[in-house]
């Protein structure tokens, strides 16, 4: 048994400035509670930031319109399938980069860097012509109004155009949390944060030389700060600024690595595209309500988004250490680490949940006086935090799975509960039950309830252990 309180541990604030600078720290052995934090803590960060694009957008955009945050939200939905892809290389990136560096294997890990970005610029390039081009077609199909798409579709161009600044964001930072430098994609997403909040009033509102752009205006803000901060990443990578430094001879294609990168980010993309699309299924249910109802619904997403992407950060602390404890054959302690991970979490999104419970109509109204919209975005948000704590351990076991490389499983898991379940629940508890929204929150709570225990069942019988990347 480990123990973790011992004479020579740094005291917090020294803890907390070694994960701030980005110290190297060896995951693999000494106290499983300091790996956690020294992962955890810039992760957490680093998610935090994420979650204020999306936060700062829409506090902006809400003094334009009704219909422009309905085009936000209508655009987040369909942007979540770029996410999905994104995210999904990004967990065959971190699982494949963590086992290289448990194993000793630096060579190796810069070679999968490399095939990832290669490989997520071709995506990008391709998803982004085909947004930019059907950007009113796409949100016509998400059941926009005429003058939702009159408003908006400029902002989906800028989003869908510019993915490819979100799907190196995403691949660049999972390669620093796989070689255990999670503190350079902390500040990647800092430098990008600071730059949105600074340019989306100028773009949207105008100022000086610089027109009102209106809700295009934070498409603009957008790309201009994940792309500057992709550039910071570059010169990371290219300067040896962590332990994976690329060099220009690395920019050639190695199938073997491509070909492994591919078949792991496949249950990746698959457990993600299916998440997400449920996600775009719901946004089109909820269309059936109006725009005050949708925009209700869009805020109070939003302000979930803000506490469970820092608790995603916690999460993907566990994917490292179960990759890297793996490579260096130390399962039990693997283990040890999803656990403890799992209840700080808990703890986490537990505090919020409450704060959700009880204060949800003044949450929502800083961001509207319409009190339509309260009233939708108050409900959803009481309902949907209802099962954080179930979230928490959800995540944690979820990503354990993924920085083992076994991506098949929460592939499995989201298919049942939110395809078999989820959407079919939430069309008719809504639709034909006339339960209105309330049926499609109670739906999402439900299946992410359920999501965790069948996750944590899995997980205790250890198959995972047994993945070889």
Known sequence: ?????TPEQPSFFNSLLEALSGKEFQYTQGSIRRAIFLLAIPMIIEMLMESVFALVDIIYVSRISVEAVATIGLTESVITLVYAIAIGLSMAVTALVARRIGEENLAQAKKTASQAILLGVLVAVIVGILGFRYAREILALMGASPAVINEGYRYTQWLLG??????LLFLINAIFRGAGDASFAMWSLVLSNGLNIILDPIFIFGWGPVPAFGVEGAGIATNIGRGSAVVFQLFVLFYGWTRIQLTMKDWVIHWRIMKNLIKISLGGIGQFLIGTSSWVLLMRIMAEFGSEVLAGYTISIRVITFTMMPAWGISNAAATLVGQNLGANQANRAEESVWITGKYNAWFMGVFSLIYLFFAHPIIGLFTEVNAVIEAGALSLQII???????????????????????QTPTVINFFCFWIFQVPFAYLAAIHWDMGPMGVYIAITVAEVMIAIVAMILFRKGKWKTMTV
Request: aromatic fraction near 14%; avoid cysteine; glycine fraction near 14%.
């Open 162 to 167: 510019g993915n490819i600044t979100i799907m």
């Open 1 to 5: 048994m480990e123990n973790n309180q």
């Open 385 to 407: 935090a209802a099962g954080y704590i179930f979230y928490a351990y959800g995540m944690v076991m979820t990503q354990a799975f993924n920085g083992a490389g076994d991506t």
